[in-house]
């Protein structure tokens, strides 16, 4: 059977723990056929961000239109923009139409603390989206306004849908104070708190671009978002979980990608 093809628009990671590394990883792990648009060149490893090196906006979008133009393409997901002009080329085109069931990722700081992208052009790409996924200091870096409790989680998540989003998804899997993996989802039927086992590991890297990149492959195979990010979410728990006593690296290790779940 012809697998899903699903189409991820991000930076490269020298290191692969995130990126588009992580998203091919993903996109093989829960079956799909991944297709990619490298909008920046990374240097990188455990330890944190060396460089970037952001590609020209003619390019990036060049591969979204010889992908988009040649497989079927179900789903579309987006991490690091690189810069504005590029966020713009990649709304044109989602405008266009050539990214459905669009889950953008707003990457703006690595785990390491490095910017790698600005506010500025990760919102001109959420009235487009289907899913929006950051994190709780991402969504305080979109709205100005400190995300530091569940309560928090779910008006940011509010706050961020009604800029096109259908769907946000707060995560929080590092939120102080709090035993669980919390994730906040906020849709057309209200809001809803996912609550899951908290992994002891140093090996986090790249689990938000892992998370939705495992909503995209999910989307393409048909499932609603609320089942997507459900699985998602187990998804990047099991991959935790597998890999938490790798010793990959010196700092913050990947995930095991090539985890089963169901």
């Given amino acids: 059977m012809t697998p899903p093809v699903v189409l991820t628009v991000a930076g490269s990671d020298s290191g692969c723990g995130a990126g588009i590394q992580a ?19 990374t ?21 979204v239109v010889s992908v988009t133009a040649d497989f079927g393409v179900r789903a579309v997901k987006t991490g690091m923009l690189g810069s504005p002009k590029i966020a713009d080329s990649i709304a044109g085109a989602a405008a ?32 487009y989206a289907l899913v929006a996924t950051p994190n709780v200091a991402e969504a305080a870096e979109i709205l100005g306004s400190p995300v530091g409790t ?45 609550r899951g086992a908290r992994v002891p590991t140093r090996h986090t890297h790249g689990t938000g671009c ?12 048909g499932d609603s978002v609320p089942e997507a990010v459900a699985l998602a979410k187990r998804y990047v728990a099991a991959g935790l979980t597998a890999g938490r006593d790798w010793a990959l690296g010196a700092g913050r290790g990947p995930l095991n990608h090539f985890v089963r779940v169901s």
Avoid at 44 to 60: A, F, K, R, S, W
């Fill in 23 to 41: 998203d091919l990883k993903t996109f093989a792990a829960l079956g799909a056929y991944g297709t990619c648009a490298i909008t920046a060149v």
């Fill in 150 to 194: 569940v309560d928090e989680m779910a008006r940011a998540a509010a706050q961020l849908a009604a800029a096109g989003p259908a769907y946000v998804v707060v995560t929080g899997g590092d939120l102080p104070g709090e035993p669980d993996a919390v994730d906040v989802l906020h849709g057309p039927h209200g809001t809803t708190v996912l």
């Fill in 43 to 63: 240097a990188q490893n455990t330890l944190g961000v060396d460089d970037v090196h952001p590609l020209p906006p003619e390019i990036v979008t060049a591969q």
């Fill in 210 to 221: 892992s998370f939705s990149a495992a909503i995209a492959v999910r989307l393409a195979r």
């Fill in 96 to 127: 266009a139409g050539l990214l459905p069931n669009l889950v953008v990722d707003p990457v703006l700081v690595a785990t390491s603390g490095h910017r790698l992208g600005v506010v500025e052009a990760v919102t001109r790409l959420l009235p």
